[in-house]
């Protein structure tokens, strides 16, 4: 099956300092991937869409300065949480379509940050 | 915009009971999918729905879509300690790609 991963697993970071996320699809294309942030005991969020070749669409409430996200090629898509800070701290989950009918999202095992 | 509520919120079983989780949907879907996701892990795809009133059966696990497409169902027969986890059922919307996950329902089971 379609596999997503994601770098680095882990990142614990000090206030002010930014924190890059990658998310690749291994063996199949996505030319969209969505980043989810997830709170403890909480369900997923969405934040934005990544596009291939195109800017992000991202969803309301999020600001786009601070969560850059670049989809530079078709298997790779990049969150970079800018100037983190405690609060930012989360689970943060790429997932991307597959193919075919049943449009199964597969998610990347996500990162945990955290933000000191 | 579209909310998606799941109920309950958590589920204390003793293994061998049944399990039912309920996913309403403030607005019509035009799918809805179903994830598993085990403590610490990431979510799981477990099914695709998308006829009004479409059942679908996967083992001890039955999944529902409502007449209106508006609510769903997952129910789980006889549960066993590898079903621990959180279920969420994600619905989206017409003329979008974007999914709105439900609020989850954590499934504990008492061995």
């Known amino acids: 099956g379609a596999v997503v991963s994601q770098h680095p697993s882990w990142v614990i970071c000090k206030s002010g300092t930014s924190v890059k996320i990658e998310c690749r699809s291994l063996?199949?294309?996505?030319?969209?991937m969505f980043w989810y942030r997830q709170f403890p005991k909480q369900s997923l969020m969405l934040m934005a869409t990544?596009?291939?070749?195109?800017?992000?669409?991202?969803e309301q409430g999020v600001e786009k300065d601070k969560f850059l996200i670049n989809h530079a090629s078709l298997t790779l898509s990049t969150l970079t949480v800018t100037s983190a800070h405690p609060e930012d701290s989360s689970f943060y989950i790429c997932?991307?379509?597959?193919?075919?009918?049943?449009?199964?999202?597969?998610f990347g095992p996500g990162t945990r940050l955290l933000v000191l | 915009g579209q909310q998606v509520m799941q109920i309950p919120q958590y589920q204390h079983v003793q293994e061998g009971e049944d399990f039912t989780t309920y996913c309403n949907s403030s607005?019509?879907?035009?799918?809805i999918q179903w994830y598993k996701q085990r403590p610490g892990g990431h979510p799981v795809f477990l099914i695709q729905?998308?006829?009004?009133?479409e059942v679908k059966k996967q083992k001890r696990l039955t999944f529902q879509f409502g007449e209106a497409k508006k609510n769903s169902s997952l129910h789980i027969t006889a549960t066993q300690t590898t079903d621990v986890g959180t279920y969420f059922c994600?619905?989206?919307?017409?003329?979008?790609?974007?999914?709105?996950f439900g609020t989850g329902t954590r499934l504990t089971i008492i061995p």
């Open positions: 729905l998308v006829k009004s009133g």
């Open positions: 997932s991307a379509p597959g193919t075919g009918n049943q449009e199964t999202q597969y």
């Open positions: 063996d199949f294309q996505a030319t969209t």
């Open positions: 990544s596009n291939e070749g195109s800017k992000a669409t991202y």
């Open positions: 994600a619905g989206r919307g017409f003329g979008n790609e974007k999914l709105t």
């Open positions: 607005t019509t879907l035009s799918n």
